[in-house]
């Protein structure tokens, strides 16, 4: 009976007892979509050692915290995980139920999903409810990109998405708000398990991921070739940024597709975001208009990138890119 379930619940993913930026976003939607169905919102903890972060979870927005803190669940592991929530939404019926769409996120989602026979809307970026008819709207740009799709779970509970970090905001940290804990047991034994997580290797590249970089230097087409981008590597080693590009760069071959801005690559909202070389194209814009201060160089007065630009310099970037960092390097001395 769907009369059943009820309340909105937040997957609250920590690593090492650290809480991922995208669940605290999600407390922020989730908050939006609790208040409008007048229900709770809960987050849903699981570790080893980490039920001091409930307070940090309720002054982000959740009414209640379920916390299961098993030695078995310290770090990350599908099965474990998996058992762990679907014990809870079993007892407890959350008619929506949201996750990050992190590797971890997408790979619990999923899992879930399949156990407990429910629909899953991937990689969301928009999210509201049909109050009539306690639907969750789920909106996701899909067929490649060129529409976006409002997904809804007619006929089974909870209603679940993943949702794109950096898409939706945060609550303001309120340490006066307050909240219920509720602990619960779980029954896991490690001679259970099928994995064994044997070591965990960091990446240990200087360079902060595109997601979480404060400044991001990202270059477009317009820089030429190849070795014309090599500016752009340069420009971010000397101001210590992270290099992000466009569609075309990356199926150019000149990046991966992980530092791939846009519709169909990273959602980001750095402090500086330098586009250089770039038109500006709205499957672009779409990732990075968020940014606090936007530095366009083209050479192009008509592209659309300076539309959303902060300080816009029309010229060529390979004229202007060598002098920037000659610049910036006068400034360090
Ligand atoms: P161009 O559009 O070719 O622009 C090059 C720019 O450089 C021009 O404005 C030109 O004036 C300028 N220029 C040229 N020479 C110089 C110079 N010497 N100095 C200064 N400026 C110069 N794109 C993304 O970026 N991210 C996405 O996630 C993404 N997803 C997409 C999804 C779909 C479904 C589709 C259809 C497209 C998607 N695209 C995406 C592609 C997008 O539409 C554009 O084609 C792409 O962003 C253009 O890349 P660009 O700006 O590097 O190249």
């Given at each position: 009976?769907?009369?059943?379930?009820?309340?909105v619940?937040v997957?609250?993913?920590?690593?090492?007892?650290?809480?991922?930026?995208?669940?605290?976003e999600l407390l922020g939607a989730g908050r939006k979509l609790a208040d409008k169905l007048s229900v709770p919102l809960?987050?849903?903890?699981?570790?080893?050692?980490?039920?001091?972060?409930?307070?940090?979870?309720?002054?982000y927005g959740a009414d209640?915290?379920?916390?299961?803190?098993?030695?078995?669940?310290?770090?990350?592991?599908?099965?474990?995980?998996?058992?762990?929530?679907?014990?809870?939404?079993?007892?407890?019926?959350?008619?929506i139920?949201l996750?990050?769409?992190?590797?971890?996120?997408?790979?619990?989602?999923?899992?879930?999903?399949?156990?407990?026979?429910?629909?899953?809307?991937?990689?969301t970026?928009m999210l509201d409810v049909?109050l009539?008819?306690?639907?969750l709207e789920a909106?996701?740009?899909?067929?490649?990109?060129?529409?976006?799709?409002?997904?809804?779970?007619?006929?089974?509970?909870?209603?679940?998405?993943?949702v794109?970090?950096?898409v939706m905001k945060a609550l303001?940290?309120?340490?006066?708000?307050?909240?219920?804990?509720?602990?619960?047991?779980?029954?896991?034994?490690?001679?259970?398990?099928?994995?064994?997580?044997?070591?965990?290797?960091?990446?240990?590249?200087?360079?902060?991921?595109?997601?979480?970089?404060?400044?991001?230097?990202?270059?477009?087409?317009?820089?030429?070739?190849?070795?014309?981008?090599?500016?752009?590597?340069?420009?971010?080693?000397?101001?210590?940024?992270?290099?992000?590009?466009?569609?075309?760069?990356?199926?150019?071959?000149?990046?991966?597709?992980?530092?791939?801005?846009?519709?169909?690559?990273?959602?980001?909202?750095?402090?500086?975001?330098?586009?250089?070389?770039?038109?500006?194209?709205?499957?672009?814009?779409?990732?990075?208009?968020?940014?606090?201060?936007?530095?366009?160089?083209?050479?192009?007065?008509?592209?659309?990138?300076?539309?959303?630009?902060?300080?816009?310099?029309?010229?060529?970037?390979?004229?202007?890119?060598?002098?920037?960092?000659?610049?910036?390097?006068?400034?360090?001395?």
């Amino acid at each position: 009976m769907f009369e059943d379930y009820r309340g909105v619940w937040v997957f609250i993913e920590q690593n090492e007892g650290e809480i991922e930026g995208v669940s605290l976003e999600l407390l922020g939607a989730g908050r939006k979509l609790a208040d409008k169905l007048s229900v709770p919102l809960s987050g849903v903890l699981l570790g080893h050692d980490v039920k001091g972060l409930c307070p940090e979870i309720i002054s982000y927005g959740a009414d209640q915290v379920f916390v299961v803190d098993h030695p078995v669940l310290k770090d990350y592991r599908t099965e474990s995980y998996m058992k762990g929530v679907i014990q809870l939404a079993e007892k407890f019926k959350p008619e929506i139920f949201l996750y990050g769409a992190t590797p971890n996120g997408k790979d619990l989602a999923s899992a879930v999903a399949t156990d407990l026979s429910t629909g899953l809307t991937a990689d969301t970026t928009m999210l509201d409810v049909d109050l009539d008819n306690r639907l969750l709207e789920a909106s996701r740009p899909a067929f490649g990109g060129n529409i976006m799709a409002t997904i809804l779970c007619k006929k089974h509970r909870p209603q679940m998405a993943t949702v794109r970090p950096k898409v939706m905001k945060a609550l303001e940290k309120d340490n006066s708000r307050v909240g219920k804990i509720i602990e619960e047991e779980i029954f896991l034994q490690e001679e259970d398990m099928r994995t064994k997580v044997l070591k965990i290797v960091k990446d240990i590249t200087k360079k902060a991921r595109l997601t979480d970089a404060h400044v991001v230097v990202a270059g477009g087409k317009g820089m030429g070739d190849l070795q014309g981008f090599q500016l752009i590597h340069e420009l971010a080693e000397t101001i210590g940024a992270t290099v992000g590009g466009t569609r075309d760069v990356v199926e150019a071959g000149w990046l991966p597709h992980e530092q791939q801005v846009g519709q169909t690559g990273e959602t980001i909202t750095p402090k500086i975001y330098f586009a250089i070389g770039i038109s500006g194209a709205i499957q672009h814009i779409v990732g990075m208009k968020n940014s606090e201060f936007i530095i366009a160089i083209n050479k192009d007065p008509n592209a659309p990138i300076f539309d959303v630009a902060t300080y816009g310099i029309v010229g060529d970037a390979i004229e202007i890119v060598p002098k920037l960092i000659e610049q910036f390097k006068v400034m360090q001395k």
